[in-house]
């Protein structure tokens, strides 16, 4: 069926380096796609999301880029803090008439080293 | 502005036995969730509701779970009887919704932790 996933499942960078978290998707009918940090002990929080008709979209410190061409999605951080250090999920969000659904990848953890 | 809230926050249990989890939404959202997250894994839809009505139950395991949510509001998430596999964070989340044909950003609460011995 229809699914989201990530390549890594754990990414360990250096406080003040820049983060790339890489998401495929299957499903070229979604509307949105969404980034989502989820902490210890808390539910997802939504950081950025991307129309898919665009293909960058900046946030603060952080930018997500769509390329539909090969179904990939990636999510950057810049200048990684230890607050970064998270689980990140990537999720399609498709638009119907009696709402919205939203499909979630398997998540990379991110590990801030100081 | 408060979240959506949840509890209990943390369930133990016995395989076989019943558990019910209660969520309440962001004042003014029409659209709930309730999701379904093992360990190690995105969150995975079991029930959405617009106001008082099922909009998509298609991954609810039936035999065992049920969902309410009455007034259009609270809603209750029910396991009974719990297996092994039921193990996970049952998250709840909210939307504005209200209209069809609309993005509406998703808010979740904390979960709830539910392990079955």
């Known amino acids: 069926g229809e699914s989201v996933g990530l390549h890594l499942p754990t990414l360990s960078v250096q406080e003040g380096d820049n983060s790339i978290i890489n998401c495929a998707y299957s499903n070229s009918a979604s509307d949105y796609f969404i980034w989502y940090k989820q902490e210890s002990g808390k539910g997802p929080q939504f950081i950025i999301d991307i129309r898919s008709n665009m293909d960058k979209r900046q946030g603060q410190r952080v930018t997500v880029l769509l390329n539909k061409t090969v179904k990939h999605l990636s999510l950057q951080i810049a200048a990684t803090q230890p607050g970064d250090s998270a689980v990140y999920f990537c999720a399609e969000n498709t638009i119907k008439a009696a709402g919205n659904k939203l499909t979630f990848g398997g998540g990379t953890r991110v590990l801030v080293k100081p | 502005e408060a979240g959506v809230a949840q509890s209990p926050r943390y369930k133990i249990i016995e395989k076989r036995q019943s558990v019910a989890f209660w969520c309440n939404p962001i004042s003014g959202h029409a659209t709930l969730y309730w999701y379904q997250q093992i360990l190690g894994q995105g969150p995975k839809l079991l029930i959405q509701?617009?106001?008082?009505?099922?909009?998509?139950d298609s991954q609810l395991p039936k035999d065992r779970f049920s969902a309410e949510r009455l007034k259009g509001v609270d809603s209750t998430l029910k396991i009974q009887p719990a297996k092994l596999e039921d193990s996970a964070v049952y998250l709840c989340?909210?939307?504005?919704?209200?209209?069809?044909?609309?993005?509406?950003?998703?808010?979740f609460g904390p979960g709830t932790r539910l392990t079955v011995l």
């Open positions: 989340a909210s939307s504005l919704g209200g209209w069809a044909g609309a993005y509406n950003e998703q808010f």
């Open positions: 509701f617009q106001n008082n009505g099922v909009v998509d």
